[in-house]
């Protein structure tokens, strides 16, 4: 039996799931500014190393690195959603 797709997808669901509450969390205590420039940095480290690594290490750091590139997309949506809560 073969288990590296089972091994994939596991890990590519936990990183969605940890990437929305990690971003929210981030934003809120660090601010839009320096979220981005650490998310910014991870993703440019991962999906650098993921062009050298082995199959399965190469396939987690490359989603690791988008996951971390969409977090700095979300940044601006997550500071509008927050304003627009305190609002309310």
């Known amino acids: 039996m073969y288990f590296k797709g089972l091994l ?3 890990s590519i669901f936990l990183l969605t799931g940890l990437f929305h509450p990690l971003v929210v969390k981030a934003e809120y ?13 991870i993703s440019a480290i991962s ?10 290490l190469s396939i987690f750091l490359g989603c690791l690195g988008f ?9 601006d949506k997550q500071e509008k959603r927050r304003i627009e809560r305190k609002q309310i």
């Open 29 to 41: 205590y660090l601010g839009k500014r320096k979220l981005k420039m650490i998310f910014g940095f």
């Open 67 to 75: 996951s971390c590139f969409w977090a700095v997309f979300e940044a």
């Open 8 to 10: 994939i997808g596991v």
């Open 47 to 56: 999906i650098t190393v993921s062009l050298f690594a082995d199959l399965l």
